[in-house]
């Protein structure tokens, strides 16, 4: 195989499919340098195990996004629970990402309190 035809198969690829809503997905996205997760579900899926981009998961499965999290910063980060492994990671947000879907992961825990509502009204 010639070096320029290696070259070729190791540049990472322009897009990928989500898994999930079939969207086609640019790789390079606002604010991130691994785009991971597809702006329209925020869906990811296994592939990074320690390293940012790493690739060497051998999971695979899909990321649910569970909650969003943020950082000192003010950087607001999506938290993923792997399907099959339960593994959690924290990926940076994109500025393409869905701003409905992030409001919603933002409130679920206000609209499932770990108790009545009408409690907050006797204090």
């Known amino acids: 195989m010639s070096d320029k035809h290696r070259a070729r ?26 785009r991971n997760h597809c702006p329209n579900c925020l869906w990811s899926r296994h592939l990074d195990d320690d390293v940012p981009g790493d ?37 940076r947000t994109a500025g393409d990402d869905s701003p409905l879907l992030l409001f919603q992961l933002a409130v679920k825990p206000l609209a499932r309190t770990p108790f009545p509502l009408d409690w907050l009204a006797r204090i």
Do not use: I, K, Q
């Not at 950082?71 to 629970?81: F, I």
């Open 9 to 34: 198969a190791r540049r990472p690829p322009s897009t990928f499919r989500c898994r999930r809503c079939n969207l086609d997905v640019p790789a390079d996205a606002p604010g991130t340098a691994h």
């Open 55 to 91: 690739r060497d998961a051998r999971c695979g499965a899909g990321m649910e996004p569970v909650a969003v999290s943020v950082r000192g910063d003010g950087e607001w980060v999506l938290v993923h629970r792997c399907t099959a492994c339960h593994v959690v990671h924290l990926n």
